[in-house]
């Protein structure tokens, strides 16, 4: 039987790879990489599949070295990321020098530039999309021996193409639930994600997800992986649909099926302008405990810039309608946008502090690959500063990192400094092991910036 490992290759710092993103942890926070749980349910048969992620695993470069000894894998899924690639590849060459296996890199700057990487030393192939359709078959036939054959004949088939629909999968749960992972809301649950749909039908020009056509999951596939969560005991998940609730009919039928069938509690990301207030109820109803909404900004310049249509009056009167229904609300912010002033930065944190959402989560603006201001010809002159969204960075370089620093903890001040605001939060908590671990992510969000 052949031996594939998913491999999720640590770095210096705890850097998370998500779909079309990397980014240092703003906490102590670390989740299961969805690319490769995604992968994951593509291989149940005639596979022998492991997981290794030593940044969970608190593994040391030697300890890699061992996994690869005892288990001998015949094709190796690394998760990289433009943050890390040059470290990743590092180690999967000295890898191939002692072990023979075929290297299939996945993540955004391969998803995104597969053409120019594909010719960098230490890569077999590049998967193009996570599902992958046919990736059972071009495991069986890329083994070691023949992908070389492959690589030397042409580059262009070593690519395994994207699809326009989302193949069918059902993850390997269990495979990631084994480990060390955590996320601030899963209430000492266990928890995992879940996909119902990839992409996004918006198009703000900052976000790599604004680059990927909305793709649905079919509907079978989706009851099929809840039985089986359902089957290992799995109580909460995170949606992590980019947007969830683009398609209202098909996300009525998905709510009214969690409502009937199963108890799970979830949370997912989703914007104002696509939440009516039935569906809001429907989300309740169903388990719904949080939302996350991306504010990113209220300058208006920022917003007809970036293409993000929205208003601050319909973001308050969606954030009024989930509290009513006992929703939850987290917003993120971005710090950074080229045109925008301190005071403009401050401005939008003042607006959102007067919402009666719960948690403020800021990032700083970056390039990412994928979108418009991400040059791929200059990417070994970025700075770490400017590709990671946990350092501060300004593209006008208006304003000193060191400044954005001090305005991201100003905005967390205004924000949080609400007796409302810190009543509440503290009466949701249902246990103290919760109020600790939103304590200790809000302390370190401050303490690492
Ligand atoms: S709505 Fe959100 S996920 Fe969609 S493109 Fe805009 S920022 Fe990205």
Wanted: hydrophobic share 40%; charged share 25%; proline share 4%.
């Amino acid at each position: 039987m052949l031996k594939v490992l998913l491999f999720n290759p640590s770095s210096e710092r705890l850097i998370i790879k998500d779909q079309y993103c990397s980014f240092t942890s703003k906490a102590s926070y670390y989740w299961i990489p969805i690319d490769l749980l995604v992968i994951s349910g593509q291989l149940q048969e005639n596979f022998e599949v492991r997981v290794l992620d030593p940044n969970v695993e608190k593994m040391k470069e030697s300890g890699i070295e061992e996994f690869f000894i005892k288990f001998k894998p015949d094709f190796v899924v690394i998760l990289s990321s433009v943050l890390t690639y040059q470290n990743d590849l590092r180690l999967i060459r000295k890898l191939k020098n002692r072990h023979t296996f075929h290297a299939s890199f996945i993540g955004d700057i391969f998803y995104r530039y597969s053409e120019r990487m594909i010719s960098l030393e230490g890569i077999d192939s590049i998967l193009l999309a996570y599902p992958c359709e046919g990736l059972a078959n071009f495991i069986r036939h890329r083994t070691p021996s023949t992908s070389i054959l492959t690589l030397e004949g042409a580059a262009a088939p070593n690519l395994v193409a994207d699809d326009k629909n989302v193949p069918s999968y059902l993850p390997q749960h269990q495979l990631f639930l084994s480990k060390k992972y955590s996320v601030p809301f899963d209430g000492g649950k266990k928890s995992t994600l879940l996909l119902t749909s990839l992409g996004c039908s918006f198009c703000c020009n900052y976000c790599p997800a604004s680059r990927v056509s909305y793709q649905k999951r079919k509907f079978e596939d989706i009851v099929r992986e809840l039985d089986f969560l359902r089957s290992i005991g799995v109580k909460r998940f995170w949606l992590r649909d980019f947007t969830f609730g683009l398609d209202a009919k098909d996300t009525f039928k998905f709510l009214d099926l969690l409502k009937n069938h199963y108890s799970f509690d979830w949370y997912c990301h989703s914007r104002p302008i696509v939440l009516s207030p039935e569906m809001i109820v429907a989300m309740k109803d169903a388990g719904c405990f949080l939302v996350m909404l991306g504010v990113d900004s209220l300058v208006q310049k920022t917003l007809e810039k970036e293409k993000r249509q929205q208003s601050y009056f319909q973001i308050k009167n969606k954030i009024d309608e989930l509290e009513k229904n006992g929703i939850a609300v987290l917003l993120h912010q971005i710090l950074g946008f080229e045109e925008e002033s301190t005071l403009d930065m401050l401005k939008t944190t003042w607006l959102l502090r007067k919402t009666k959402a719960l948690y403020l989560s800021l990032n700083f603006l970056s390039y990412r690959p994928g979108t418009g201001n991400f040059q791929f010809h200059q990417l070994l002159s970025y700075s770490e500063y400017e590709l990671d969204s946990f350092y501060p960075h300004h593209p006008s370089k208006s304003h000193h990192p060191n400044i954005l620093r001090v305005i991201k903890v100003l905005c967390l001040i205004i924000f949080y400094s609400r007796f409302n605001r810190v009543y509440s939060i503290v009466k949701s908590f249902k246990s103290f092991g919760e109020f600790f671990n939103i304590l200790k992510t809000g302390f370190l969000q401050i303490w690492k910036t």
